[in-house]
């Protein structure tokens, strides 16, 4: 009776398991599409890139195209874009997870309403922040430094939240046995919660890294000199510029698709190797896409 009753749930989830990996497919195809036109146009020669008809992979591959953009200083911004995002992200892990470990675990007067203040900095945009962040920084000489975009990330309201929702998620018992045993808050938060928290430190590193390497709008206004400037900046020399003529924007699409294809390489390669580990913390965080 069981078997028969199994049988026929199996039936009913058929159809629904197609249309989940149907939808799955196509939202793959549509992720992967751009992917797969920036690096095939990134090889491409420049006769080729705007055809009549959509041609997805190049009649003639050549190099060109990475050689033209690595006549400029491109190991030196990329080293610039690792140093300030894994500066800026080990901060924001930090202090991100100092402050959700207090906010989840200790009770204190007033702890809801500066957990609500927190996440209500993410309502304001960054456009009215960096005016004054900038006037900050130039008072205090930190402009045109590697410094000036690292200090920033020290106070991430994304790690915050990221690592209050997964020390809710602790059993009070790890923590009161960690007590018991004479460890203080700071040895308990150092000793037992960080360590358990793995998979957030993963997914939250993951995503800080991404951003503050793609970051551009910040680097631009406090890096001037080229030797300070990061990947996005230094890169966007090679973007299609409107005002000049049609074949100097052709001429240039296929450096800049190269372009592009080496700044996304540090980020997609961080994924790749840490991709169990991020769905693992995706999951345990409450982390929703």
């Known amino acids: 009776m069981s078997i028969q009753v199994l049988s026929k749930r199996s039936r009913k989830l058929k159809p629904l398991i197609v249309v989940v990996w149907a939808v799955g497919l196509i939202?793959?195809?549509?992720?992967?599409?751009?992917?797969?036109?920036?690096?095939s146009t990134s090889v491409k020669l420049p006769s080729e890139v705007m055809t009549r008809n959509v041609e997805w992979f190049p009649r003639h591959l050549t190099i060109e195209n990475y050689a033209k953009v690595l006549e400029k200083p491109v190991l030196r911004w990329l080293v610039n874009s690792i140093?300030?995002?894994?500066?800026?992200?080990?901060?924001?892990?930090?202090?991100?997870?100092?402050v959700g470990f207090a906010l989840a675990q200790l009770n204190?007067?007033?702890?809801?309403?500066?957990?609500?203040?927190?996440?209500?900095?993410?309502?304001?945009?960054?456009?009215?922040?960096?005016?004054p962040l900038f006037l900050g920084f130039l008072k205090v000489g930190l402009i045109n430094n590697l410094l000036a975009m690292i200090v920033p990330g020290v106070a991430s309201v994304f790690s915050v939240y990221l690592f209050r929702n997964f020390f809710l998620s602790l059993p009070p018992e790890l923590l009161d046995a960690a007590a018991i045993d004479g460890a203080n808050r700071l040895r308990t938060y150092w000793s037992v919660a960080l360590p358990l928290a793995k998979p957030a430190v993963i997914a939250g590193g993951i995503l800080l890294f991404t951003?503050?390497?793609?970051?551009f709008l910040w680097p631009l206004l406090v890096a001037s000199s080229i030797d300070v400037k990061t990947m996005p900046v230094g890169l966007a020399a090679y973007s299609p510029q409107s005002g000049v003529s049609q074949y100097t924007q052709i001429e240039g699409f296929a450096p800049a698709m190269a372009a592009m294809t080496l700044l996304t390489l540090p980020s997609l390669l961080v994924f790749l190797v840490l991709q169990r580990h991020f769905i693992e913390g995706a999951t345990s965080a409450g982390i929703k896409g």
Request: net charge neutral.
């Open 27 to 39: 939202a793959m195809l549509a992720w992967a599409a751009p992917l797969v036109w920036m690096v």
């Open 83 to 98: 140093v300030v995002a894994t500066s800026a992200t080990a901060a924001s892990l930090l202090t991100g997870s100092l």
């Open 108 to 131: 204190f007067p007033g702890r809801s309403l500066l957990f609500f203040m927190v996440l209500a900095s993410l309502m304001i945009p960054t456009e009215m922040t960096i005016v």
């Open 211 to 215: 951003g503050y390497c793609n970051a």
